[in-house]
Each structure stands twice: as C-alpha cells, then as structure tokens.
DNA sequence: CTTGGCACTCAGAGGAGAAGAGTGCCAGAT
DNA sequence: ATCTGGCACTCTTCTCCTCTGAGTGCCAAG
C-alpha cells in the first residue's frame, strides 16, 4: 500500500516539518534529502499519502503537512528514539544527584525536562496507592490535636491534623502508634483497609475512641483521598511554540488537576512511552499538543508517571529519548535513597 | 499643580482604559462621565496632564493612554478600595473554611483569588523564619537513616532525610527527641542557632555524633535553607490579557521563585497592601504588569505574603478589594487552625 | 478660563496588482 | 510500468495605494 519510498518522503515532511514550522514542498523536499528521485515523482507520491490522510495542505497552492495520523505512523515505524548525547546525560546525572528530598527530586525532574525537551514538563508525585507504609508518627501538637505522619517507601510524607475532642494520655498515644508501626510498616497502602479492619479490638477499652478516630483519618486520608499531585513546568515554552489561537486553552487545561491526571493516563505500553497526538488527547484544549509520557519508578514497578507535552509538531524521536532518560534516571534515584 | 478637574479626568481616562482596553479621546470623556465642560476644556486639561507625565498618546491621532506614573497617582489619590459583594464574600469563606490541611489552604486560596480577580494569583508559603516550633521529630527508616520532622505553629511540616552513616539505638533517639523537644517547643525559627549552640554539651559523649549530625541538618535546612515555597495560579488569564509581546518574558519571569520573591517584595506600607505599578517592579520581563500583594497571617502578625499580578491597565479598586479581603480570610482561617 | 471652529496628522481598513511557491496533469523518456 | 520535464493554473502573501475617521493643537471669540 505504502511502498518505501512513500514511507521515506513522509518520514522525510515529517522531519523538514517539524524544523522548519512551514508547509514542505515537493522541490524543498528534494533538495534537502537526497532521494534519488525528481520532484514530479514526489509529488505523485504526496497525492497517494494525502489521499490517505496522512498529509494534507493548508491551502490549495501550498506545501503539506503532516496530520495527526501521519504523525501517528511517523512514531510507531519512521522514527528510532533518540539516545541523548553523554553531555546531556552527565548533566541529568548531576543535577538530579544533588537533590535532598522527594520534594527536590520532583521539582528537579520538572526543571530539566522542560529545559532538555523545551517545552512543558509534567510529573506525577510517587503515587500513594502504589507506595507501602514505611513509618506511622502521632505527634501531639495541643491540647485536643495530634499530628498523624505517615512516610513511604517512596520517601513521601503526609500529614494530617486530627481533633480529638478529649484529651488524650501520652501512653495512649504511644501504645497506638507503636500498634500502628507494628501494624503496618511495610504494608501497601492499598492494604491497610485490610489490615486495619479489627485494629479497635485490640486496644484496650479506653483508648477505643481515640484509635477510631485516628483510624478514620488515616483511612481517608491516605487510601480514599489518595490525591495525586502533579506538577508543571516550562509553562514559558508554550509561547515559543505558537499554538495559533488555543494557548488560552492549553493553559487552563494545564491547571486542572484532573486533565493532567488524564493526561499522563496509563501505561498501554509495557515497554513504557506512550505517545498521545494531538486528537488523540482526551481533552479539547489539546487537540493541537502531543503528550509524550512514561512511567518511573524505584527498582522495576512504575509509581508514577512523568511526561512533556508540546505542539504537535515535536521533535518526537528527542523528546522521546529524554523523556525515558529523564525517567530511568529518576528510578535510579528513588531505588537509591 | 492638578487642580481637581485634571483629577477628575485623570481619573476617568484610567477608568475608561481599563474597561475599554482603547485609548480615550476628549470626546468620548465628556460623553462617559458629566464632566460639565466642552470637550476642548478637556483637550487643555490632557496637555497638562500629558506634560507632567501622567498620560501618553500611542501615536499623534489617538487617544490618551495612563503613563505608570498615571495609575501610580490613580492608585494614591483618587482611587477608594473597593469592598467585595456580599456574595463574594461568601464564597471566600465557605471556599477556604473547607480546606483541611495548610496545603490545601495554600492550594485553595491561590486559585480563589485567581477566580476573583481574573488574573495571576501568587502565593507564599507561611515563611519558615517567622513561625516557631511546635514539635520536633526524629522516626528511624532503615539501619543509618532518620527522618527528622519539625512541625511549626503555622502548620508547615518540614522534613529531611538524615544519614548517620553508623548505627544508632532507639535509646539514643528517644533521648535526643526529647531533648530537641524540651529545648525548640515555641522557639523561634530564627532563634533556633542560638537556643542549640551548646546542645552536644548536654548529650551523653556516645550520643555526640549523632546529636551534631542531627543539629547540622536541621540548622541547615529550616534555617539557612529556608527556601520560601510560593505557588502561583490563574496563569491561563494571561492569555485573555495579551501582554503585547511580552507574554513569555512573564510566563518566564513566573517560573523564578527568586522572581516570585521579589515580586510580593516587603511590606513596605504597614497598612497592608502594596501596589507595584509596570516599571516600578524589579524585574525586566515584569515592565507591562502590575502587582497587588499584602501580608496574611494568623492573628496580627504576617508570616508570609500573597498578591495578584496581572497588566498594568488592571481594574486597581476591585483587585486591592480582593486581595485584602483574602488575605483576612486566610488569616482568620489560619488562627483558627 | 472656556468654547466652537478649523486645519492637520496619522493609524487602520480596504483594494488592486504583482510575485512566487506549489500543485496537478500529460506526454514522452527510460 | 515508472519516472521525468514542462506547463498551465491556483492561491496566498507582500507591497503599494488611497481613503476614512478619530483625535489633536491652536486660535480667536465669548
């Protein structure tokens, strides 16, 4: 259907496309790859690839572009991701080395996605509901308050404030925590519903309601409200990359919680990139971005997912290598703290 | 100088702009606003005032267009802070009183008054220097690692990952704990280095190590590295305010926390609210906008500062309206809390 | 000090024309 | 059967031009 010559020129609009943000003719296109072939042939074959939706061209007297589903073939079969250069990976090295907290971490995978791929970052926190327990803290704050901490494998910390409405002994608050620690250390979060279920039978009558409430909390705050947090970064090469009218649109999608969330979606993929295009997008203000998004995570088990998002017509094959570089990277560090 | 006409009509050439967005002509001045005059009075009246500096004309046959020096006298003289409705301050209230952690309450409020004033809404963080402590915790997470948390009068948790790089008994840190606990509960942030200057003293010799590696993290990172954690939100309403060119120059300049700093600056006007007008902010990419910022806190006292940015033709009574009236809230939430 | 009148300036809209890039198609060459 | 060169055709885009209208500054009279 598609011989290989066809496959060369798209492979080749595709790339004249994307450098040079301007529609390719058949006579540019020869000039600038040797194909072996006259521009009249070319053109033949822009007609076969227009006609089956792979190309098209903005105006009657102009060059083509390519669509959403050239782009598609373009990723799955033209392209090879591109490996970063040792200078590019040193720095990676280096400038995620030196973080101190998962905080850090975060936003340093933020900052240099967005400066290695040019355009706009987004990372997923280490999600809880993949995270086990590896800490629980009860921490009297005043009178009828206490502090419950719970910190994961992953090196995330969450905190919650809790009303007593009585006051509370220290020893009780001790026994209970000490309970909690032996109850759960080690525990997936998605487990403590389990595991806690007959947690009350095994405290002494009078500490009953205080291991309730904490309970409570605990179980809605980390299980049910497992809020993923999300954050972004590189907002400013969204308007280098001139969206025609929607970066209005791309902006305010990028400020819900809920359309990010979708955005970095899940991993179809085992092997781990997946690449969404334009239409593709499961929000309207994005029908002109592309989303290139992976999972990362310490060791093999993914946690949560990183990704650029950008116009288009970006440079897949880069944005792809650095988006898994910037991923494995991350793995590393979080195995390794 | 100004007699109260020329007022009069400079105020009224800054209210015209600002919801036209078009430069004003005499005729249309006395047309809007009853002055009481022809319009050439008014073409006298705008000479003078262009002459001092307080309009400009874009180009010989247009209107006048209020200079920075224009909306700086706006701001000063003849402009009233404008109250919020009834109904909006409803929403405030009930909007932040859901709020369930100081995260949230941060999260909450940037995107309320984002909604409010339709523009950038930029806020800090309680600032670690002007809270005290309320608690210090010291939880072990594996053989030569501690997690040291401080939680403060204002809310914040910090944490930090510690390295002992040799093993420590639960003994030892249950004694530390203690200690830092008696010695920090109240303590200024600030006042931190000198209250633990001479702790190690009180430490048994075999727990000095890790009492002085313990001491180094926490001046370290609550102390010198009290990074200020400001967020920002409504950055999508920039896109509705086109900026002339200027528009990455400020995504840009958004992305800086240093910037960010800087913009909410200090607070110069004990009554509250600081209004920093095109050129008068410190950073180049800032020159076409403005910014209305204050401190909140709880009580009287202000730990940290929040404000709105947006251009320089932005409706000034509203947004100062705005921006007080959250900062209260925030305050009397965060007192309450 | 205010007002009406008047000449002047200049940005922006609208239109005509020329230039140029790119296409589709066809007949001939390989 | 495929490729190629040629050619007519189609549009966008750029430039240049004119025209319109808003708004001004200035002046002389009220």
Known sequence: MLDDRKLAVLRAIVED???THEPVGSKALVDRHNLGVSPATIRNDMAVLEEQGYIAQPHTSAGRVPTDKGYRLFVDRLSTIK??????????ETFLANAYDLDDVV????????????????????????????????????????LLVVITNTGRVEQRAIETHEDVSDEAIAHLRALLNARLDGCWLTDVPDVMADLTE?????????????????????????EEKIIIGGAANLA????????????????????????LGEAE????????????????????????????????????????LGPTRMDYPGTMGAVRAVARYVGQILAGS
């Not at 001139?242 to 209005?248: I, K, V």
């Open 83 to 92: 490996p970063l250069s040792a200078a590019e990976r040193r720095a990676i």
């Open 17 to 19: 496309y994307v450098s």
């Open 269 to 308: 993929n085992p092997s781990g990139l997946t690449v969404r295009i334009g239409t593709e997008n499961p929000h309207e203000g994005l029908r002109t971005t592309s989303v290139v998004a992976t999972g990362y995570g310490a060791g093999d088990q993914a946690v949560a997912r990183l990704g650029v």
């Open 202 to 226: 095994h405290v002494p009558v009078g500490e009953r309601p205080l291991a309730a409430t904490v309970l409570s909390v605990l179980l809605e705050s980390l299980v049910e409200k497992h």
């Open 107 to 146: 936003s340093r995978t933020v900052r240099l996605l967005a400066q290695l791929t040019r355009q706009v970052a987004v990372v997923q926190y280490p999600s809880l509901t993949r995270s086990s327990v590896r800490h629980v803290e009860l921490v009297p704050i005043a009178a009828q308050r206490l």
């Open 240 to 263: 280098r990359a001139d969206l025609s009218q929607s970066l209005r649109d791309v902006l305010e999608a990028l400020e819900e919680q809920v359309v990010l969330m979708r955005l």
